[in-house]
């Protein structure tokens, strides 16, 4: 019995792991695109603000590995 629970929370564990890692991975793609329109159209808060976007997804892809 306590086995299955232990099992049951680990699942759960590794469920919202794999959902920050995606949140993550989502978050980085919004930067980058972030990033490309802004230079294409010679924005520098918006570049920055991709770069910041994609610094913080990477991060939160790393913290829930």
Known sequence: EG???EL???AKKDAAKAAERLKGKVEQLTGA???????L??????????????????AREKLNK
Do not use: M
């Open 33 to 39: 695109a972030k990033n490309k329109v802004g230079a």
């Open 41 to 58: 159209i010679g924005s520098e808060h918006l570049q920055a603000e991709g770069k910041v976007k994609e610094l913080l997804g990477e």
């Open 3 to 5: 086995t299955v629970e």
């Open 8 to 10: 049951e929370g680990a």
